[in-house]
């Protein structure tokens, strides 16, 4: 069972099987501060909320005027709720899990220095940032949600992967420094802004697909396995660039308005077919030692200093073995 089962078990179970709770009424003339250790608090408003303790906290249909603060904890559930401030997740240890879903953040989502500690944003509006970074943290789940400005997820140590679909961002998209096992993952999202993913190093693979990107997307400075981008619609650049990989990069079906750019990479394996660019496709300076493709793309690529098995090769065609 993966751990995205677990959350996501976890979390029904919290709605279902009905915790002990505690009710506010949202009559009270002034609302608040409240702690939350080990129960649920099911409706009310509240001027904030701090979590506290290492066992489950659930809020439910409450407004909180201010900020949730999580400190420490082992399963946190946020639904149905409206918060006019911050949720700011700090020093959470002990592999559990913040959720958030169903809700209207107006300001920032905030998760630093945690340890082994997962994120899953379902359904939900964040006003301005959600940051993740500076910390271990264990898997990243972003789906269908509305992010108002950027998303920085930085300098992290990821147990789990990194899965963000079916979301808008509406500002910049920084993916940097982290290092980890599994795959990013990014599919059928829509980025107002530039999509950056940068100088991360992890087991597996980068794989952008199935997005709208208002701004250029960059990949570049990554150590990994494989890159896969595919199906993507890019309004300025896509650049993939400086990338050592023990597999291969895979580029098909991109629809970009600008140029396509792929240089200086490492890689066993590369496939570029059935691209449009508005401008120009330039592939250069890349060393590949098994298998190239290149089909149907518009324009025709151009191709220089690039090496095929330590020969200099720089033909539009296919060699090599898959």
């Known amino acids: 069972m993966t751990q995205k089962s677990i959350i996501i078990g976890f979390v029904a179970m919290a709605l279902v099987a009905g915790f002990s709770s505690i009710a506010y009424s949202a009559a009270e003339p002034i609302p608040q501060d409240k702690i939350c250790d080990g129960e649920t608090i099911s409706s009310g408003t509240f001027n904030s909320i701090t979590v506290l303790g290492d066992s489950i906290c659930v809020i439910q249909n409450v407004t909180v005027l201010k900020n949730i603060e999580v400190l420490s904890t082992q399963f946190v559930l946020i639904s149905d709720s409206i918060i006019e401030g911050d949720i700011m997740i700090k020093n959470s240890f002990g592999g559990g899990s913040i959720n958030i879903l169903n809700s209207i953040i107006n300001k920032n989502v905030k998760m630093t220095q945690s340890d082994h500690t997962s994120i899953w944003l379902s359904q939900s509006t964040v006003g301005k940032n959600l940051i993740l970074k500076d910390q271990s943290i264990g898997e990243i789940l972003i789906e269908n949600s509305h992010i108002g400005h950027d998303i920085q997820i930085k300098n992290n140590n990821m147990d789990g992967g990194l899965e963000l679909e079916s979301s808008i961002i509406l500002g910049k998209t920084d993916i940097k420094n982290n290092i980890g096992h599994e795959r990013i993952a990014l599919e059928n999202n829509s980025f107002g802004k ?129």
């Open 194 to 322: 530039n999509l950056k993913i940068i100088e991360n190093d992890i087991d597996d693979s980068i794989e952008v697909t199935l997005n709208t990107i208002e701004g250029k997307l960059d990949i570049k400075n990554n150590n990994l396995r494989d890159i896969e981008v595919g199906e993507n619609t890019i309004n300025k650049d896509l650049k993939i660039s400086n990338n050592q990989m023990t597999a291969g990069i895979s580029v098909y079906d991109n629809t970009v308005n600008k140029k396509i750019h792929i240089s200086k990479n490492q890689m066993s394996q590369f496939w570029i077919n059935d691209n449009i660019s508005n401008s120009q496709i330039k592939v250069n300076n890349n060393d590949i030692d098994r298998h190239f493709a290149c089909q149907n793309n518009l324009p025709v690529p151009d191709l220089k200093k690039n090496t095929f098995a330590g020969q200099d090769f720089n033909e539009c065609t296919i060699v090599g073995n898959p």
